[in-house]
């Protein structure tokens, strides 16, 4: 809710948000036709932890 200073018109918006596991979001991936599915913790290829890694970065290759 967005209340404005001068007493305007309020503005109310709402977001609807699905979040996924890692087992999901893998499964998903290969429902979509994506083989070799891995997960990384970092843009440079590390590991992915689930307390150490801020987002996760999928990576499929595409089934030929």
């Given at each position: 809710?967005?209340?404005?200073p001068k007493g305007g ?22 429902l979509c036709g994506l ?30």
């Open positions: 809710v967005v209340l404005h018109r309020s503005t109310v918006s709402f977001l609807r948000m699905r979040l996924y596991s890692k087992r999901e979001m893998i499964q998903l991936m290969r083989e070799e599915v891995k997960v990384f913790g970092d843009f440079e290829g590390g590991s992915f932890s689930k307390f150490g890694s801020s987002h996760p970065i999928y990576v499929g290759r595409k089934r030929e």
